[in-house]
Nanobody, 123 residues
């Protein structure tokens, strides 16, 4: 059974940092982080492709967030620095089994999803 387990969400002050983790039981072709704030659509935050190591970021998080992957542990991370109140959301990890032909931020291209971890940033 596929299982993605996120951890690391918390409540922090603006300007603070958090590191999210997403542990999986097997290899995936690509991994992504998405977030969803109340009343908003789920949006892509960052993605990483396992083979090439290529990374992608939403404009809103470039320079503040860093996505990484530990292949030996099948674990993805999202280091979030200089957090802002607008980063408050439920964060989800997602994985792709193979090439989908869809943009990294298109959630329909992902096969599996975690349950989410809450990040709350107060001003």
């Amino acid at each position: 059974q596929v299982q993605l387990v996120e951890s690391g969400g918390a409540s922090v002050q603006a300007g603070g940092s958090l590191r999210l983790s997403c542990a999986a039981s097997s290899y995936y072709w690509a991994w992504g982080w998405f977030r969803q704030a109340p009343g908003k659509e789920r949006e892509g935050v960052a993605a990483i492709y396992t083979g090439s190591g290529r990374t992608y970021y939403a404009d809103s998080v470039k320079g503040r967030f860093t996505i990484s992957l530990d292949n030996a542990k099948n674990t993805m991370y999202l280091q979030m620095n200089n957090l802002r109140p607008e980063d408050t959301a439920m964060y989800y990890c997602a994985t792709k089994l193979r090439v989908s032909g869809r943009k990294w931020s298109d959630r329909t291209g992902y096969n599996y999803w975690g349950q989410g971890t809450q990040v709350t940033v107060s001003s």
